[in-house]
C-alpha cells in the first residue's frame, strides 16, 4: 500500500511540474541598479529590449509567424530568426563563453527562450562591467553594439508587434514599456 501511494504521489509531483510553465526572463523588468554607471544604463538597454522581445512574442500563434505584409517583406517568424541572431552577435561579443549560432530548425519557443536566455546573460555581464571598453575588440568598439544589435533588435521587436497587429494578434494592452510591468 505504501509503494502504491509513493508512485501515486510521485507521478501527481511528475505531473505538477509538467503543468507548470518554465520561468523566462522579463516578464518584467526588474528593480533599477541604484547607481547610474555605464554597465548598469547598458544592462538597463538590454532588459528595456529584453521586456519588449518578451511580450511582442507572447501568445504568437502559427498564423502569426507565418504572416508576411507583402512578397519582399520578412514574416514575423523570420524576424524573429533574426533578433535570435542578434542576440547571439549581442551575447557572444560580450562572454568569455559563446553561446549558439542560428539554429532555424529549432521551434519558435525554443526560439523565444533562447533570445530572452541570450538577453539576460548579456545583461547580467554589462550590469557588472566598470568599463565598457573592455568589450571593444579588434574589429569594432562597444558603442557599435548599441547603435548595431541593441538598436536593431529594438526595431524589429516593433515590427514584430505591428505584424502580429496586421495578422490579428494584437499586442497586450496591459503592457507598460514605460514601467517594464503590466498594468493592473
Known amino acids: 500500500m505504501n509503494k502504491l501511494i509513493i508512485a501515486i504521489a510521485l507521478m501527481l509531483s511528475v505531473f505538477a511540474m509538467a503543468q507548470q510553465e518554465e520561468k523566462l526572463p522579463y516578464y518584467e523588468i526588474l528593480e533599477h541598479a541604484e547607481s547610474y554607471t555605464a554597465g548598469a544604463v547598458a544592462s538597463r538597454m538590454v532588459d528595456g529590449l ?3 522581445y518578451y511580450w511582442a512574442t507572447e501568445g504568437l500563434r502559427p498564423e502569426d509567424l507565418n504572416y508576411k505584409p507583402s512578397e ?4 514575423s517568424g523570420e524576424t ?3 533578433i535570435l ?4 552577435f549581442l551575447l557572444n561579443s560580450i562572454s568569455t563563453e559563446k553561446s549558439r549560432g542560428e ?3 529549432l521551434s519558435f519557443e525554443d526560439k523565444r527562450k533562447q533570445t530572452l536566455l541570450n538577453l539576460k546573460a548579456a545583461s547580467d555581464i554589462l550590469r557588472n562591467a566598470d568599463d565598457l571598453s573592455q568589450f571593444d575588440n579588434e574589429r569594432f568598439p562597444f558603442w557599435n553594439l548599441i547603435n548595431g544589435p541593441i538598436a ?5 521587436c516593433g515590427q514584430v508587434v505591428l ?3 496586421a495578422s490579428g494578434n494584437p499586442f497586450n494592452s496591459k503592457v507598460s514599456v ?3 510591468k503590466l498594468r493592473e
Open 152 to 156: 536593431d533588435a529594438l526595431w524589429h
Open 178 to 180: 514605460f514601467s517594464g
Open 80 to 82: 524573429i530568426d533574426h
Open 163 to 165: 505584424l502580429r497587429r
Open 50 to 52: 529584453g521586456f519588449r
Open 72 to 75: 519582399s517583406g520578412r514574416t
Open 85 to 88: 541572431g542578434l542576440s547571439n
Open 103 to 105: 539554429d532555424k530548425a
